[in-house]
């Protein structure tokens, strides 16, 4: 899927690696396309997010799990990193306290925003697993 043997593959798993914020968008059932920025674990081949449970964006994924996750530019029009992906709910991943990646990445954010981070993944208690189907990076 992602090809780390060239320039823009390797740049784009790097990217998926540091950054912290991704864009999920999904499609509400009235067809409106909903973007969300998201926490995101990126493992080389799937995105781990964690949601609060009564989003919409669950309720979008559970009619349509078609969805496309895009990072943000360099801020002038480069180093574009977009995926087309499948989602859905995962009821086999472990709580985002108990995903260590996870823990190590946010952490801090999660303390500078005063909760635990048993807090958070109480609160954010609904694990989405997103499989890319096709990725796109320049």
């Keep these: 899927m992602l ?3 060239s320039p823009a593959g390797a ?3 790097q990217r998926l690696r540091s950054e912290l914020i991704l864009w999920l968008v999904t499609v509400r059932a009235d067809g409106q396309p ?3 920025p998201v926490w995101f ?3 080389g081949t799937t995105i781990l997010v964690f949601s609060q449970p009564n989003a919409q964006k669950l309720r979008n994924l559970a009619a349509n799990p078609r969805v496309a996750v895009h990072l943000d530019s360099d801020g002038v029009g480069g180093d574009i990193v ?3 992906a499948t989602a859905a ?3 086999d991943a472990p709580p985002a306290d108990q995903v260590e990646g996870y823990l190590a990445k946010y952490q801090a954010r999660i303390q500078a925003l ?3 981070p048993a807090q958070m993944a109480k609160g954010f208690s609904v694990a989405i697993r997103i499989r890319p189907v ?3 990076a320049f």
Excluded: E, K
């Design 34 to 36: 909903q973007a969300s």
């Design 41 to 43: 674990l990126w493992d």
């Design 11 to 13: 740049q784009a798993d």
């Design 114 to 116: 005063g909760y635990t």
């Design 134 to 136: 096709r990725v796109r």
């Design 82 to 84: 977009t995926i087309d």
């Design 3 to 5: 090809n780390l043997d």
């Design 89 to 91: 709910v995962d009821p």
